[in-house]
């Protein structure tokens, strides 16, 4: 099957911060597992298949998970590595027979992003483009808790997911800078090619902790976000 657009979902973390025993990514806000809200919204936008990059004795858990919201046709789990570079490359290297022209990767505990920002044209970029937020705080670089410098606080951006690449070039990265370790796609590419930043909400924030929890559910709640 050839895709035009698609999305790798990382859900292979431990959730260890979050001390519930469970993998956040099946927990559930309004009856439905955070990872399944991702996929509706890469759906809806457009993408034609989603991979999951799970931990390898969850993805029974996660498979069921997609035939019950009827979405196993959509979307595939396969398993994730010990890092999150690793269980990126992984789902890019089963999309390849794929060959869409366009990819996202998104963390799953990031539920509540904008999926109508995901069709924004390449026009601007020849790599990619990446939801972002302003930083509202003063941020300094530190050392040994000495601190050496005031950053520019116009100049810098809060990182969030999804991040969104042309296929081919975040591919080759990958392939590229196997046994690396890093947390942040577009870093692999942006200092050779051409990656913009979306302005995004605080409102994509990542499900971390019992209290990001308790606000996710709130924010559900009082209607402040929608699923």
Do not use: W
Request: glycine share 4%.
């Amino acid at each position: 099957m050839k895709f035009d657009k698609a999305a790798v979902i990382v859900a292979a973390g431990k959730s260890a911060r979050l001390g519930l025993g469970k993998n956040k990514a099946l927990l559930e806000l309004n009856s439905t597992p955070i990872f399944i809200i991702s996929v509706k919204k890469f759906i809806k936008a457009g993408y034609d298949f989603c991979v999951i990059c799970a931990p390898e004795n969850e993805i029974p858990l996660f498979a069921e998970q997609l035939r019950l919201f009827a979405l196993d046709k959509n979307a595939a789990v396969i398993a994730g590595g010990a890092e999150r570079s690793n269980s990126v490359l992984n789902g890019l290297q089963y999309l390849a027979s794929g060959n869409p022209q366009f990819v996202a990767i998104h963390d799953a505990a990031r539920p509540f992003f904008d999926e109508h920002l995901l069709n924004i044209e390449f026009a601007e970029t020849d790599a990619g483009f990446i939801y972002a937020a302003p930083v509202k705080d003063t941020i300094k670089s530190v050392e040994n808790r000495r601190i050496l410098k005031t950053l520019n606080r116009p100049s810098l951006i809060a990182v969030q997911t999804p991040q969104i690449f042309r296929y081919a070039a975040i591919h080759a990265a990958y392939k590229k800078s196997r046994g690396r370790i890093f947390t942040d796609d577009a870093a692999l590419i942006e200092e050779t090619r051409h990656v913009k930043y979306i302005p995004s909400s605080d409102m994509n924030f990542k499900i971390t902790t019992p209290k990001d929890l308790q606000f996710a559910q709130y924010l559900l709640d009082t209607g402040t976000v929608k699923i």
